[in-house]
């Protein structure tokens, strides 16, 4: 949905009728094309992710806030935390856009790589790497102070609640995601360099942030900065949801055997 010069075969006015039409057409599994390649960055982008955010929040806040919770050292925390997640996490994104566009020619995560190394070198894995940032940035830094901030009121105890965690990252997940659509379209151009020829105006590869803004106005004004809102911030609300409440509960357990060790020595 955030192609910005779509197949016609590929134009959709909405989420239900984009996964309605990609199934009938293209199969069942369609949706799911990318999976592999996205469950095998995000194992060690998010234990990198995780670890460095609740250290660096820990640390912070006691710099900041000593003996409380800082909302600063939240944010602070969750987006030095972006910067290693996301360089673990781009070439698997590249990849993953790149097999799930419209007549992808990509059957599998080996031909995608083996072209895109090929035909453009390696520094095509990194190409949106600073809109990723730029990006992931501004949405964690939310994401976290939305979550820590509803965790407050609905949580304020800080207890293990898994109802509390579901309710505040699915939240803080629509929250973040809406905010940093235009972002998102933009890292989207940059890492499928889909071809914008019917615009005689742009050439060539785009590179950087500024000339992705730039071309997604080009090609489609303010509104084309919000395609696909919907479907990110869906997908993000189960997304952040599941997330928060898998790390509390493994957080709750490591803590509980670490106690109960403590409390056996």
């Known amino acids: 949905m955030q192609s910005l010069q779509p197949d016609p075969a590929a134009r959709y006015r909405n989420?239900?009728?984009a996964l309605w039409r990609i199934i009938r057409t293209e199969g069942l599994?369609?949706?799911?094309?990318?999976?592999?390649?996205?469950?095998?960055?995000?194992?060690p982008a998010h234990a990198l992710y995780f670890a460095c955010y609740e250290k660096l929040k820990k640390t912070l806040s006691d710099v900041i806030h000593p003996g409380g919770n800082s909302h600063i050292a939240n944010?602070?925390?969750?987006?030095v935390a972006t910067l290693l997640h996301d360089a673990a996490m781009n070439p698997a994104e590249v990849v993953k856009q790149r097999m799930q566009m419209y007549n992808s020619p990509y059957h599998r995560v080996t031909d995608c790589v083996r072209?895109?190394?090929q035909n453009e070198g390696a520094g095509a894995f990194y190409r949106s790497y600073t809109t990723q940032l730029t990006m992931n940035v501004p949405f964690q830094a939310i994401h976290f102070m939305t979550y820590e901030f509803l965790q407050e009121h609905f949580n304020p105890q800080r207890r293990y609640n898994p109802s509390s965690h579901v309710l505040s990252g699915a939240c803080a997940g629509a929250v973040a995601a809406a905010a940093t659509?235009?972002?998102?379209?933009?890292?989207?151009l940059l890492n499928t360099q889909e071809s914008l020829a019917l615009n005689s105006n742009i050439t060539g590869h785009i590179t950087g942030m500024a000339s992705a803004f730039?071309?997604?106005?080009?090609?489609?004004?303010?509104?084309a900065y919000f395609r696909g809102v919907q479907a990110r911030v869906i997908y993000q609300i189960p997304s952040t949801a599941i997330a928060w409440s898998v790390y509390e509960f493994?957080?709750?357990?490591?803590?509980?055997?670490?106690?109960?060790?403590?409390?056996?020595?």
Do not use: S
């Open 15 to 17: 989420v239900l009728e």
């Open 29 to 43: 599994w369609r949706p799911m094309r990318g999976l592999n390649v996205t469950a095998t960055g995000a194992g």
């Open 75 to 79: 944010g602070a925390a969750g987006c």
């Open 115 to 117: 072209a895109v190394w």
């Open 181 to 188: 659509t235009p972002l998102d379209v933009c890292k989207t």
């Open 214 to 223: 730039r071309t997604v106005y080009q090609v489609g004004g303010v509104t």
């Open 250 to 265: 493994f957080k709750y357990l490591i803590t509980k055997r670490q106690e109960e060790w403590r409390a056996g020595k």
